[in-house]
């Protein structure tokens, strides 16, 4: 299976930046440097970043920004459709810019956490076909298979056989 390559085009996160600038203003919400920088963290990591990843590389970048803040501004991108949220039975919420790919779906390692995007036609086919056995029109959808990336898978097979379980 081929992952997709989340990184953003060139110069796609200014794109993005200026449609949520926009979607601010004919809001009548303020345009503030904390929002922008929120938005730009999250529009130029091509990743799926929680509020902490975000405080996180702000902070590494100089910038001062709280939790709440991140959050308010996560939602708002959220609601004028530029990020999508997902839940990965983490505990916590991830984002990603919602340019790009409009359906795929993800591979999560239960050890690291990385998030491995893929697209398959194939996949995309046997759903419908599921969905349209059964007279379902389908609104949205998401696959999300849990296991080991291979790093971890790894590191877990030498960890048995310096146990003697293998």
């Keep these: 299976m081929k992952a997709v390559e989340t990184g953003p085009p060139l110069g796609c996160a200014a794109v993005m930046l200026g449609v949520f600038r926009a979607a601010l203003q ?3 919400q303020p345009v503030t440097q904390q929002r ?27 910038e ?13 991108l959220v609601q004028v459709g530029l990020a999508v949220e997902h ?16 359906r795929h779906d993800h591979l999560i390692c239960t ?5 491995v995007e893929f697209q398959r036609s194939e996949v995309d086919d046997l ?11 389908v609104l949205t959808r998401q696959v999300k298979l849990y296991g080991l990336c291979p790093t971890c898978d790894e590191a877990a097979d030498a960890d048995l056989t310096r ?3 293998r």
């Design 26 to 28: 004919e809001q009548h």
């Design 36 to 62: 922008e920088a929120i938005a730009q963290a999250l529009f130029e990591s091509g990743r799926h970043l929680s509020a902490e990843d975000i405080v996180e590389k702000l902070r590494e970048g100089g």
């Design 64 to 76: 001062s920004v709280g939790k709440a803040t991140v959050y308010r501004t996560l939602n708002l």
């Design 87 to 102: 839940d990965f039975d983490e505990g916590f919420r991830r984002y990603e810019m919602s340019a790009g790919p409009s």
């Design 111 to 115: 050890s690291c956490g990385v998030v």
């Design 127 to 137: 759903m419908g076909e599921i969905a349209e056995a059964h007279g379902f029109h």
């Design 163 to 165: 146990a003697g379980l």
